[in-house]
Nanobody, 126 residues
C-alpha cells in the first residue's frame, strides 16, 4: 500500500494562505490520481480537489474554487494544495489520497482512493 504523508498545516488568520504537500516514499505519485479531502469535527469527509496522474485534469469542490490550486511537483514527488483566502469554514483535518485508476472520476467522496495519509490540521481563526 502506498504510504502518503501530508505536511504544511497550521493555524492561520482568515484571509491568509497555507500550502499543503502530499509526499510518498518508494512510489511515484505521478502514476496515481491524487485527491485532497477534509473532515471537520462532526461533519462527513468531503472532497476538496483532485488531480489526474498526468496533471491534465483538475477538479475542485465549489466551496474552494478560485481560492485553492492543486499541482504536481514531479521532481520532488509531491502534490501540493495552495490555499488562499482561507475562511474559518476551511478548518478541518486535510488528507491526501491516491487512486490507482489515475483519473478523477467519482472523486468527491473518495471511495476509489485506496491509500490515505494520516492528515494535517488546518485551523483558520483570528
Amino acid at each position: 500500500q502506498l504510504q502518503l504523508v501530508e505536511s504544511g498545516g497550521g493555524l492561520v488568520q482568515p484571509g491568509g494562505s497555507l500550502r499543503l504537500s502530499c509526499a510518498a516514499s518508494r512510489f511515484t505519485l505521478e502514476n496515481y490520481a491524487i485527491g485532497w479531502f477534509r473532515q471537520a469535527p462532526g461533519k462527513e469527509r468531503e472532497g476538496v480537489s483532485c488531480i489526474s496522474s498526468g496533471g491534465g485534469s483538475t477538479m475542485y469542490a465549489d466551496s474552494v474554487k478560485g481560492r485553492f490550486t492543486i499541482s504536481r511537483d514531479n521532481a520532488k514527488n509531491t502534490v501540493n494544495l495552495q490555499m488562499n483566502s482561507l475562511k474559518p469554514e476551511d478548518t478541518a483535518v486535510y488528507y491526501c489520497a491516491a487512486d490507482p485508476r489515475r483519473i478523477c472520476s467519482r472523486w468527491y467522496w473518495g471511495a476509489d482512493f485506496s491509500s490515505w495519509g494520516q492528515g494535517t490540521q488546518v485551523t483558520v481563526s483570528s
